[in-house]
């Protein structure tokens, strides 16, 4: 079955602290992954792809096919980091994505 | 500048009323989506179109229809709403290039709640 898993709903943490939140997910194929996120009042946009393996706003992803894992990782919260963030998996060829549940970061002072 | 835009922020309407959602969008994309946005359940794919005239099914069809005249507008129709669809509704865009077609452009939403 096709799935994506964000087990946490909620994380918290201060303002220069690490961050990683989690998403695995379940897939037969060869999987490409995603990170959308939802700033406070703003449209969901795409953050960033695993294809590309770029850094956008300090935040990375690597995709880990061994634990089928895509954890997005940012060595220093700001405050501005502070959103909901969903992983998304393509499925098919025409455009496809399955979302997580999210998970909202909440970046302290 | 990318744009979709959706016909209301917010709509509220009644238990057997007939609801008309609009989304439009201006990049001549393809692909289309409508989504519901639950907290704790996160994105539900409705239905989506691939071309005009086109749909398919998503997750969650179940109360729900659709209809793609143009390609730059795609409706989501709740035939007889009911008060377990009051949600957030996400309508989305996206082209079929190769390197492009998963990224999905956002609506900012509308806000259904049926009483």
């Known amino acids: 079955a096709q799935r994506v898993t964000q087990p946490e709903k909620l994380l918290s943490v201060f303002k220069g602290a690490p961050v990683e939140l989690k998403c695995n997910y379940s897939y037969s194929g060869s999987p490409e992954l995603f990170w959308y996120v939802q700033y406070s009042r703003q449209r969901l946009q795409l953050l960033l792809r695993h294809i590309s393996r770029e850094s956008i706003k300090g935040f990375t992803a690597d995709l880990n096919k061994g634990e089928t894992s895509f954890h997005l990782k940012k060595p220093f919260a700001q405050e501005e980091d502070s959103a909901m963030y969903y992983c998304?998996?393509?499925?098919?060829?025409?455009?496809?994505?399955?979302f997580g549940k999210g998970t909202k970061l909440s970046v302290k002072p | 500048d990318v744009k979709v835009t959706q016909s209301s922020r917010y709509l509220v309407k009644r238990t057997g009323e007939k609801v008309f959602l609009e989304c439009v969008q201006d990049?001549?994309?393809?692909?289309m989506f409508w989504y519901r946005q639950d907290p704790g359940l996160g994105l539900r794919l409705i239905y989506f179109s691939y071309d005009v005239k086109m749909k398919e099914k998503g997750d969650i069809p179940e109360g729900y229809s659709v209809s793609r005249e143009k390609k730059e507008r795609f409706s989501l129709i709740l035939e007889s709403a009911s008060t377990n669809q009051t949600s957030m509704y996400l309508c989305a865009s996206s082209s079929i290039g190769q390197g492009a077609r998963y990224e999905q452009y956002f609506g900012p939403g509308t806000r259904l709640t049926v009483t």
């Open positions: 998304a998996l393509s499925v098919g060829s025409q455009g496809n994505l399955i």
């Open positions: 990049m001549d994309h393809e692909n």
